[in-house]
Nanobody, 115 residues
Framework: QELLVESGGGLVQAGGSLRLSCVTS????????MAWYRQAPGKERELVAS???????NYADSVRGRFTISRDNAKNTVFLEMNNLKPEDTAVYHC?????????WGQGTQVTVSS
């Protein structure tokens, strides 16, 4: 059984929206934080947004004001609402869960934004 499973990626035109979901098979409170990362071809993986167990939020400057991270604790799910998407947002988006100094990763979901 996968620890983290992402869904919701796809192809969208610039200016459009997508909502990514990440479900964990464990109790979401067992993680210190849940986050979304992305990796574009030829680039390093970068943090997009994180949601701490106590509600702390953090966003990359490039997405602040356009993306919103949230979680449904009852469903052990974290979401990434992405609005006003730009071609430079094209990447594989990975869910990451931090616990005990280790980050656990999902398999990723592709987001492609056409101009």
């Amino acid at each position: 059984q996968e620890l983290l499973v992402e869904s919701g990626g796809g192809l969208v035109q610039a200016g459009g929206s997508l909502r990514l979901s990440c479900v964990t098979s464990l109790n979401i409170f067992s993680f210190n934080s849940m986050a979304w990362y992305r990796q574009a071809p030829g680039k390093e993986r970068e943090l997009v947004a994180s949601h701490g167990r106590l509600g702390e939020l953090n966003y990359a400057d490039s997405v602040r004001g356009r993306f919103t991270i949230s979680r449904d604790n009852a469903k052990n799910t974290v979401f990434l609402e992405m609005n006003n998407l730009k071609p430079e947002d094209t990447a594989v988006y990975h869910c990451g869960a931090l616990r005990g100094g280790q980050t656990y990763w999902g398999q990723g979901t592709q987001v492609t934004v056409s101009s």
